[in-house]
């Protein structure tokens, strides 16, 4: 990661994270920072920014105490807010840009993602704090935690942040690959076998094909966070880029757009000045063990079929990698993940850390998988194979469309390839759209009305395409379309036979 001046650093995007039941008493201001990023900024300015946002923070609250402040937007900045933790916040600013065009929602889904993936991987940032009242454990987590985040943004020395072009995508959501009834069967009785290898110990699986999920029996939220991480890290597609998938196809589709809403990345030896300063000693004294499970080309497949890394440390006997540990959501147990990967096809199994034995436990149970299911597995990748229609298989011509089910965290859309052909004129006033109504959706959860109402929007933009999003029982649809250069009937009736011959009906107005 490269290091930009000071100058350009105060210009950029601004993240931070600050704890309000911190550095309430004069003089100690500074404990209530825990991130801060660029790092090498003056103090100064890291406490003006932390102040500010937790002035409109208290203030917002006089007037809607239940509802969080989740944006303030100033004359030159956009402020995004979230609360990730009781009196933990996270604070995005950044500048307002004629090519950036944020969106807030996607703003903010990026602080969400970041933090859900930590306290996956480490636990919740006040369980850390508790842990250790210095600070410095806590400091010290987040900063490579979100540092190895932010990487997956970066396009040479620049951040690249979801702007006017991820309109058509929704983090936070899964990618579901179509099966046919055989190959569900089949998958059904990989999972049994998978299970049965565990013996008496309830166990977990997920199982994808590319960067698709086809099956899990974790609960939505534990399948939302283990799937992002596998996108990132895991995938045989994240496997050879030795980096993301979702990083990769980013690159790809702004390589000639990447001025667009640029900003700087900026850490370097600067972060010594307040992340290993006196108040983090504690951390190196007490020699902390470091995990970064977000780290880049970590993960490789060995002989055995097995993906094995070394950022859990080794055993100290027999120099074998860590087993990697995560903690789930909805039962906080901690648990083994165990990738298997042929092909196209990944199987993550989680295994209870208190049911196993340490690594030798760990050997004998992938032992098990090798013998009893690898067969399985390798007649499963086959058959998805076979019905796989690759990367355009969910193309329909005609349309650039996004579909979320807000109720399963389910998303699906045009392929990133096909909505580069969308002109920009088209993508920022899709932006703008969205926007609008990510702005009726807070209103309407405000009064508890999230999902009694049906909403249908229509812009015609000013190259003349069709801009359409419709809303209805927790179900979103958001489509563009350039070539109808006829009128609104024309729009509502394409629109019509999508929703017949893709949605079973669920978005026609009959």
């Not at 807030?104 to 369980?127: I, N, P, Q």
Request: a negative charge; one cysteine or more.
């Amino acid at each position: 990661m490269g290091v930009a001046s000071e100058k350009d650093a105060s210009e950029a995007m601004k993240l931070c994270v600050f704890d309000l039941r911190r550095g309430q008493t004069e003089g100690q201001e500074l404990d209530k920072i825990l991130f801060f990023y660029p790092a090498d900024l003056p103090l100064s300015t890291q406490l003006s920014v932390i102040g500010l946002s937790e002035g409109l923070v208290t203030f917002t609250r006089i007037f809607s105490p239940e509802a969080p402040c989740e944006v303030i937007e100033a004359e030159r900045h956009s402020h995004v807010f979230y609360e990730a933790e009781p009196d933990i916040w996270m604070v995005m600013v950044v500048e307002k840009e004629s090519e950036a065009i944020w969106r807030v929602d996607a703003l903010r889904r990026v602080l969400k993602e970041v933090h859900t993936l930590f306290v996956m991987f480490h636990g919740s940032a006040r369980a850390l704090v508790d842990r250790d009242p210095s600070g410095g454990l806590v400091r010290t987590h987040l900063y490579y935690f979100i540092m190895d985040f932010l990487s997956d943004f970066s396009i040479g020395t620049k951040l690249q942040l979801p702007n006017f072009r991820d309109s058509l995508k929704e983090r936070g959501t899964l990618q579901m690959l179509t099966v046919g009834r055989e190959a569900a069967i089949e998958v059904q009785s990989l999972v049994a076998v998978l299970e049965s290898c565990a013996g008496d110990t309830l166990c977990y699986s997920l199982t994808m094909f590319q960067d698709l999920l086809v099956s899990t029996n974790l609960s939505p939220i534990d399948t939302v966070n283990l799937f992002t991480y596998a996108v990132l890290r895991l995938t045989p597609l994240a496997l050879s880029h030795g980096a993301s998938s979702w990083s990769h196809s980013r690159k790809a589709d702004t390589a000639c757009n990447t001025s667009t809403g640029a900003l700087l990345l900026n850490s370097g030896p600067a972060a010594e000045q307040y992340y290993n300063s006196s108040d983090a000693s504690p951390l190196l004294r007490h020699n902390y063990p470091l995990v970064r499970p977000l780290q880049h080309s970590k993960w490789s497949k060995g002989k055995d079929g097995f993906l094995t890394t070394d950022i859990w440390g080794r055993d100290v006997n027999s120099l074998v990698p860590t087993c990697p540990t995560i903690w789930l959501r909805q039962t906080e147990e901690k648990m083994y993940i165990l990738a298997y990967q042929h092909r196209g096809l990944t199987v993550i199994l989680l295994i209870p850390v208190s049911s196993v034995s340490g690594e030798q436990g760990i050997a004998m149970l992938k032992q098990q998988i090798l013998e009893n299911a690898s067969l399985k597995m390798l007649k499963v990748e086959e058959r998805l194979s076979r019905g796989w229609g690759g990367e355009n298989a969910y193309h329909v011509s005609g349309y650039r469309y996004l579909l979320v089910d807000g109720d399963r965290y389910i998303s699906r859309a045009s392929p990133p390839g096909k909505v580069t052909t969308l002109t920009k004129d088209s993508l920022v006033a899709l932006s703008k759209l969205r926007e609008e109504v990510d702005s009726i959706k807070g209103r309407s959860v405000c009064d508890n009305s999230c999902h009694e109402k049906d909403l249908e929007i229509s812009i015609r933009a000013k190259n003349n395409a069709w801009l359409i999003a419709r809303l209805t029982r927790g179900k979103e649809l958001y489509m563009v379309l350039e070539k109808s250069n006829e009128t609104l009937l024309y729009a509502s009736e394409a629109v019509e036979k999508f929703s017949e011959r893709y949605c079973n009906g669920a978005f026609s107005l009959d």
